[in-house]
């Protein structure tokens, strides 16, 4: 057994029996990975890829989730792979929160009040466009 598997083991093995005792949801840990896996920690405010192990919960129906503790404090990290779509990682990350930041112009859809401001008038620029390229078309003819 690795030492990574031996640490990881025991801090699970701690908050499930933490849980336990406080009659929370069970879960049952876990397959081991070797896939680095993004997560963000709340406490430190700081993004890390780090080695992951996934885990499963009864919780609501069954879900499957990958699991680390933060390297700094040792939070337990959680993504999720049921309900993906839903992982609140796509909201707090500030790794993401920055590149939202970054390419907010590059983002925005055109049915956001925004993009007028930031691109012009598009549908006038496409409607120019079309009529020099059909005056083009008919010059050249
Ligand atoms: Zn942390």
């Not at 990958?66 to 939070?75: I, M």
């Not at 609140?88 to 500030?94: D, L, M, N, V």
């Amino acid at each position: 057994m690795s030492e990574f598997q031996q640490i990881y083991d025991n801090k699970v093995a701690e908050l499930q029996a933490k849980r336990i005792a406080a009659k929370e949801r069970t879960e049952i840990d876990t397959e081991p990975t070797n896939k680095y896996i993004d997560f963000y920690c709340k406490q430190c405010d700081e993004d890390m890829r780090l080695l992951a192990r996934k885990g499963y919960t009864r919780y609501r129906g069954g879900r499957w989730f990958y699991r680390a503790f933060c390297e700094k404090c040792d939070k337990e990290l959680i993504r999720r792979l049921t309900d993906k779509k839903n992982d609140p990682y796509f909201a707090e990350s500030k790794r993401l929160r920055n590149d939202r930041k970054k390419y907010w112009k590059q983002l925005l859809q055109r049915n956001d009040p925004r993009f007028k401001r930031v691109y012009g008038d598009w549908e006038l620029a496409e409607e120019r466009e079309r009529e020099n390229e059909l005056r083009t078309n008919f010059d050249n003819k």
